[in-house]
């Protein structure tokens, strides 16, 4: 493996693994065991009559399917919001025991709200029965079920709300410090609402670790000491002029609530950025590589996070003596502004970056690099993200492609369309942030 073509099948195939590796649903089903009348929950035990659930989230589709086929008869309903369903998965929806909605992504839509009324719906009912309720937490479920905490905030302003969130360039802590302040559904606020009921919640998280109260916002956690606090937040950006009004209105009059109660409350994290990582690391050795995972370079602003990623490979390079190529491999989730109105996310920027910067500085050896979602979507665009090697500047050239420009316009996906190197997966049904995989040969 030290040819360009054989270094770029093999990045592809790494992906792979560390995709395979988070699939959400055989999580689900090896949490879920049945013992007589009992069934256990990642060694929890809890009866079977009355069981609900509530599925929030990029991957709550495949955890549901999983988690009624491994319940049969003892599931009794719940709600669900997700992604669009494929054609499989409309089958199952329409004979399901729970009511099903298309939430919005990355902005809340009307199926939204209505998720959420349906869901405390369910909490009313489910705690008047005592019964017990299973929430499927996944990422991307912040803007899949909301509810204003004000009634003065319109669905205009809440989607007027996230897209300045998501846009500003904040951690993704810092957004969903000022999303909880304003909804009455995250936060814990959801769960709060069924005080009778044992509760677990299985989570496959797109945070970083320790902070799993933040995928999806936290319907059935409240955030630890020392979050973000959302009014500084606000400040620190300079939002307070782009939010609407009625958004910083309910911030300024939100209330601190009580989670107390004697039930069961259990929450556990099924899947990681890690699984993946280390499955990329597995597969990157199987195929004769040194391997690196830069833990610490997750979460960075993006134009440092490229750079300390491109010096992590020479640095490695320089150290491997023999000819086996190097491998260097990454997650998190860059922060990235939007500067223009092109198409992309910031796994397609990472990219680019990362071919601008090698081309600079390392124009005769063999590069590529994979950088992906797990979700399968980046930003506004329909693609996962982009693999690049070390001639991706040289081919764009001879298209009459300027990286810069597409930089500057926030338009990577148009760019690596134009040279067909667009990683394409379709939604993929789970969310464990994204995967940087950086390969180097002599």
Partial sequence: MTNLAHLRTAAREIFDEALRSANAADAVRRSIKFSESQF??????????????????????????????????????????????????????SQSRRNWYVGGHPLPNRESLSAAADAVGLMQRANREHAKIIFLISGGGSAMMEWPANPNVSLADLQEANRVLVNCGASISEINSVRRAFSAVKGGKLASRAPNCDQITLIVSDVPDGEEFNVASGPTLKPRAGAPNPLEVIAHYNLRPQLPATVIEAIESQRDFQMESDSLRERIVLLTNDNSLQSAAAAARQRGCTVEIASEIADQQIADGCEQLIERLTELRSMEESDAPVCVISGGEFSCPVNGDGIGGRNLETALRLAILHSGSHPKSEFVAICAGTDGIDGNSLAAGAILDSTTIERAALLGLNPQDFLDRSDAFSFFAALDDVIATGSTGTNVRDVRILLSAR
């Fill in 40 to 93: 256990s929950v990642c060694e929890i035990p809890l009866e079977t009559d009355s069981i609900y659930a509530v599925a929030i989230g990029k991957a709550a589709l495949s955890m549901s399917y999983a988690l009624e086929q491994s319940l049969g008869q003892f599931f009794n309903g719940g709600v669900l919001t997700g992604p669009s369903p494929n054609l499989a998965q409309v089958e199952w929806l």
